[in-house]
């Protein structure tokens, strides 16, 4: 059975930073694009971030660039997402997942809140 765990969220205030990770069991991650998403109350999720197999390649929304980092160690199954100058519309639940994602593969997300 796969099972992503995402963990390192927390309250912040503007300005400040938090690293998540994605841990994986079940399943080696090594093959597979992987990528961040999240939903703020009230909104649908988005993707928010995406690293190839290799790490060699990386996508982020618009408004997350030169901001947040993605990056991932294959030997250690984890995929993380550093998360620097953070603003209040950050705010959000965070969830890593296969990019595309994979409906049965969502886990319970780590909580982001940014404080102004």
């Known amino acids: 059975q796969v099972q992503l765990v995402e963990s390192g969220g927390g309250l912040v205030q503007a300005g400040g930073s938090l690293r998540l990770s994605c841990a994986a069991s079940?399943?080696?991650?090594?093959?597979?694009?992987m990528g961040w998403f999240r939903q703020a109350p009230g909104k649908e999720r988005e993707f928010v971030a995406a690293i190839s197999w290799s790490g060699g390649s990386t996508t982020y929304r618009d408004s997350v660039k030169g901001r947040f980092t993605i990056s991932r160690d294959n030997a250690k199954n984890t995929v993380y997402l550093q998360m620097n100058s953070l603003k209040p519309e950050d705010t959000a639940v965070y969830y890593c997942?296969?990019?595309?994602?994979?409906?049965?593969?969502w886990g319970q997300g780590t909580q982001v809140t940014v404080s102004s």
């Open positions: 079940g399943r080696t991650l090594s093959r597979f694009g």
């Open positions: 997942n296969h990019q595309p994602p994979v409906q049965g593969y």
